[in-house]
């Protein structure tokens, strides 16, 4: 479980991104944070795992105050994945996969058996996939290793920074699908930022509409979608409003 | 183009040598750059407000000529002397710019959403810097590597200027006496050793961007040898195994100064030392280093000490400036300035005779206000016993100066780039090239006569050597010695082989 109370970030120089965020994900959700550039979602993000410390309030994860813990074994210990996955590009896919149990001290045989499970979670073959360099993947099945590599130590929450944003429209809407029934299965805590309401509406089991460094809106995403609560929301719907809403009472059902 | 083949045949030893000192000053200056640079690159990243200031050093490094650096660094202690240790020091100090620039640069341009992956993956800062940063960061600090040891292979040839060896010494020495070949089997062996380390390195570069995984166990395993291969050579150099009875002879950048070295040298030999040669030193890197301690010997010409070193204006009369000279050092100095060797190798101005006698040109009086094209050696241009005083002695006759090496003027003058040049009167080539030496019928120019000048301690350290070099006192004469000048300089017999049979003759060997 994550728990936010009361949680400002103001960056030096005086801008807030966060004003007194207070929220909880409970175990196993998967939650979509949305909102456009400056919103606050990404910080909210990096709260989670100590990229980023508050300024005020007390951010918990399964009942620990992070500011308590060492950045370096929460962040072992919670998944994550960015925009353009940040891949190393000297480093094979089953070394990239097999990273964080690398450097948590697992042996060759371990990182390699750890590697194989992942890519083959991902649907990818692991004799085909595992010695290649990410310059030699397509940019859907670099995402999936980038995935299989937040998951690699099996960690309870996954956190994924706009995943899905350097994928064209078609790749980005099978992988997406995929995506929600691997991830669906595995019962984690998942917390995805995105900019696209469209991948909020389809992933998430919960949305949390942000703006200026506050919650505008939240709930599953019929609430969010179907009765926009202000003005904020319709007009982050904007002409694509009767689309989602369709969409989002397809994906409800 | 049979010269420069004979040239190899009969030197191939040497230039084998020199080609090690070379690779060997070269290794260790770059070993040196490599530790220090990429770390303070590391640092750089790290200490992003350091950056300017240190980048500024490293600039600045950069932009003091390498005479000029060198020149500094000699009268540094620890560091300094002559030899090896501020040569690599210069040539480390060169190497620093392109190697901190590049390693900052190329952890710089490391695709940052991986390092922020990487650190959300809880990758310490050590991690992320070997992981991520250093490996990304590779091609682009073998890069700065790259350019680094080019250069350190073009600019180690300068510290032959101050006895550090390496192939320098071929072309200095093949420069000051018109040695073509000489100064070709200096160049190949630098042109071959950076265009060897320019390919190695780019191949290098390509196989890491290649973006396979490189090896770093191998790379690791292969830099430490390396490394330790230069810093035993290092060592090897600049610990004085021979101990305290080694005496150091100097000369300075020309012929004759190098045939009375050599002389020096081998008495020195004959009475028991072992005698490391500082030969083709710049200009007054010899009189510094015997000042410093750092050379025993080196023959030194009576007109020079009084102006150069003591200051004092110009004098006319040997004895009378000898005297001088030789109780101003002892007092000064504590150096002993032996009996002169005979001859006066006083400057003087020389023509094609040629020409001479078509203008019935016969004293410097002669010259006044004909606009000549004149070419001095780099002393004579700004001395006040050179140029300047002379221009006020006997009046402008030059249109244009060009100042540059001893040995080149004469090439320029034989070539008819020039109409007049300054000479040394005991020159072997104002025989060989037919030239004329115009008159000083103002007497002008103060006498120049070689005589041996010695550290505190030489004849305490090796006895018997001072009898010896006063023996040869008087026995050289103008008309001797530039009968050996030119054995050297025009048929081009080794130096040490002229003033062995000259030693010979005189029953001193």
Redesign the interface.
């Known amino acids: 479980m994550i728990r936010f109370e009361k949680v400002a970030v103001r960056f030096p120089g005086g801008v807030t991104a966060l004003h007194e965020l207070t929220l909880e994900i409970p175990k196993g959700q998967f939650v979509a944070l949305v909102g456009a550039s400056g919103s606050g979602k990404t910080t909210a993000l990096r709260l989670i795992n100590r990229l980023q410390d508050a300024s005020e309030g007390t951010v918990f994860v399964d009942g620990k105050d992070v500011a308590t813990r060492d950045p370096i074994e929460l962040r072992r210990s919670i998944g994550y994945a960015i925009q353009g996955v940040g891949l190393i590009g000297h480093m094979t896919v089953a070394e990239n996969i097999a990273l964080v149990p690398r450097i948590s001290g697992a042996g060759k045989e371990e990182q390699r058996e750890i590697a194989k499970f992942g890519v083959n979670r991902m649907h990818m073959t692991a004799e085909k996939f595992l010695d290649r360099y990410p310059h030699e993947l397509s940019g859907g099945q670099r995402q999936r290793v980038g995935i299989a590599r937040a998951m690699a130590a099996d960690p309870n929450i996954v956190l994924l920074d706009e995943p899905f944003g350097a994928l064209d429209n078609i790749v980005r809407e099978d992988i997406q699908d995929e995506f929600k029934e691997i991830l669906g299965g595995l019962h984690k805590t998942i917390v995805l930022v995105t900019h696209d309401m469209h991948e909020a509406i389809h992933m998430g089991d919960r949305i949390i509409v942000m703006n200026a460094g506050r919650v505008v809106a939240e709930g599953t995403p019929e609430d969010v979608v179907l009765r926009p609560k202000n003005d904020f929301v319709k007009k982050l719907l904007g002409r694509r409003r009767n689309e989602l809403q369709r969409f989002a009472k397809e994906s409800g059902e | 183009m049979n010269t420069f083949v004979s040239y190899f045949t009969g030197n191939q030893g040497e230039i084998l040598k020199l080609t090690l000192e070379h690779c060997g000053m070269v290794g260790a200056a770059m070993t040196l750059g490599i530790l220090v640079g990429v770390p303070l690159g590391i640092l750089l990243t790290r200490k992003k407000h350091l950056a300017p200031l240190i980048l500024g050093v490293t600039t600045t490094l950069q932009t003091i000529p390498s005479v000029a650096l060198l020149a500094i660094l000699m009268l540094l202690p620890l560091i300094g002397g002559i030899g090896v240790k501020p040569a690599i020091t210069a040539l480390f100090l060169y190497s620093l710019l392109a190697i901190v620039e590049n390693t900052y640069a190329g952890i710089e341009q490391v695709?940052r959403?991986?390092?922020?992956?990487?650190?959300?993956?809880?990758?310490?800062d050590t991690?992320i810097l070997t992981?991520?940063e250093i490996?990304?960061a590779l091609p682009i600090i073998v890069a700065g590597v790259r350019i680094s040891a080019v250069v350190c292979v073009a600019t180690a040839t300068i510290a032959s200027y101050i006895g550090a060896g390496g192939l320098g010494d071929l072309i200095f020495r093949g420069v000051g006496r018109a040695n073509n070949a000489m100064v070709a089997w200096g160049a190949i062996p630098a042109i071959g050793m950076s265009l060897t380390v320019h390919t190695a390195l780019t191949l290098f570069e390509r196989r890491l961007q290649s973006?396979?995984?490189?090896n770093f166990k191998k790379i690791a395993i292969l830099c430490g040898i390396g490394a330790a291969l230069a810093i035993s050579l290092f060592l090897f150099w600049t610990l004085d195994l021979t101990g305290g009875k080694k005496v150091i002879v100097g000369s300075k950048p020309f012929t004759e100064s190098e045939l009375l070295g050599e002389m020096v040298a081998q008495l020195a030999e004959a009475s028991g030392a072992t005698v490391e040669r500082k030969f083709y030193m710049g200009g007054n890197v010899c009189f510094d280093s015997v000042k410093s301690g750092a050379m025993d010997a080196y023959v030194e010409y009576t007109g020079t000490g009084l102006v150069a070193h003591l200051k004092q204006p110009a004098l006319t009369g040997s004895a009378r400036v000898y005297d001088k000279v030789k109780r101003a050092y002892k007092k000064r100095w504590d150096l002993n300035l032996l009996t002169p060797l005979g001859f006066n190798n006083t400057y003087a101005i020389a023509m094609q005779r040629g020409e001479a006698e078509k203008h019935k040109l016969s004293s410097i009086s002669n010259l006044k206000g004909r606009g000549l094209r004149c070419g001095f050696d780099l002393e004579f241009a700004d001395r006040p016993d050179g140029y300047p005083g002379l221009v006020k002695k006997y009046g402008e006759f030059c249109k244009d100066v060009k100042q540059m090496n001893p040995g080149l003027l004469y090439q320029a003058l034989a070539n008819g780039e020039l109409d007049t040049i300054s000479a040394y009167a005991t020159d072997g080539r104002i025989q060989t090239l037919d030239l004329v030496v115009m008159k000083d019928d103002l007497e002008f120019f103060p006498p120049y006569d070689a005589a041996v000048l010695t550290g505190p301690d030489l004849f305490a350290k090796v006895p018997g050597l001072q009898e010896k070099l006063e023996a040869l006192a008087g026995e050289i004469t103008d008309r001797e010695m530039t009968r050996l000048n030119a054995e050297v300089d025009s048929k081009k017999r080794p130096a040490a082989e002229v003033a062995r049979e000259f030693l010979t003759s005189l029953d001193l060997l």
């Open positions: 695709h959403p991986t390092v922020e992956a990487g650190r959300g993956m809880g990758m310490t991690q992981f991520i490996p990304q973006r396979t995984a490189p």
